[in-house]
């Protein structure tokens, strides 16, 4: 079974602070995701990697930025936490060729 | 511009009858569609997809979806709710425009199942 890990569950951070979210695969697959969930908005692309250390922007990309210096791991950063970064984070991965993503257990960000 | 719409933000359902979630989308060219479920403090599971072939698709528990090309809709059903579905899903279509962005997902706002006893 495909495996994608989030280094935290539940986070609090203060306004201002610099916020790392660890996402880690175990299936070698070459493409990885960040979302964040909001209620009523469903799930939306902050940024995704094809392959190590390439990203592209996706839909929602201010404020946020992203690192991929191995395959397996893909970090979500935010340079400087505000209070409308507070939301759900869900990181995905996909094996290049294939169609379907695999989710991992999302973590709840709280920006006070 | 494509899209994803889930009509119903919430669908109550007693259990053991059956159930339909909404599910419309707009893409240029033939759509990937998929339904994920998401659990209470829960990442999202995948439930089944349709690329191509068969109209009525078959997923994990017990679930199905049908692709109706001409109303361009991909609704997901079971014949007979349980108590343990009761949770958040959410329809995606592959985005067709952008093919070569690592095969991005838009999601539909997710509806709310709720399956009583």
């Known amino acids: 079974d495909v495996k994608v890990t989030q280094s935290s569950r539940y986070l609090v951070k203060r306004t201002g602070e610099k916020v790392f979210l660890e996402c880690v695969q175990d299936?070698?697959?070459?493409?990885m995701f960040w979302y964040r969930q909001d209620p009523g908005l469903g799930l939306r692309l902050i940024y995704f990697s094809y392959d190590v250390k390439m990203k592209e922007k996706g839909d929602i990309p201010e404020g946020y930025s992203v690192s991929r210096e191995k395959k397996e791991r893909f970090s979500l950063i935010l340079e400087s936490a505000s209070t409308n970064q507070t939301s759900m984070y869900l990181c995905a991965s996909r094996d290049r060729g294939q169609e379907t993503q695999y989710f991992g257990p999302g973590t709840r960000l709280l920006v006070l | 511009a494509q899209s994803v719409a889930q009509p119903e933000d919430q669908v109550n359902v007693a259990e053991g009858n059956p159930l339909t979630v909404k599910c419309t989308y707009s893409v240029s060219g033939n759509p990937y569609l998929f339904w994920y479920v998401q659990y209470p403090n829960r990442g999202l599971q995948f439930l089944l997809k349709y690329i191509t072939g068969d109209n009525l698709v078959k997923g994990s528990y017990g679930f199905e979806a049908e692709f109706n090309k001409s109303q361009t809709s991909f609704h997901l059903k079971k014949p007979s709710a349980l108590v343990s579905d009761s949770a958040l899903y959410f329809c995606a279509v592959r985005d067709s425009v952008r093919y070569n962005q690592g095969g991005k997902l838009i999601f539909g706002q997710g509806t709310e199942l709720s399956v009583k006893p």
């Open positions: 299936m070698d697959h070459e493409n």
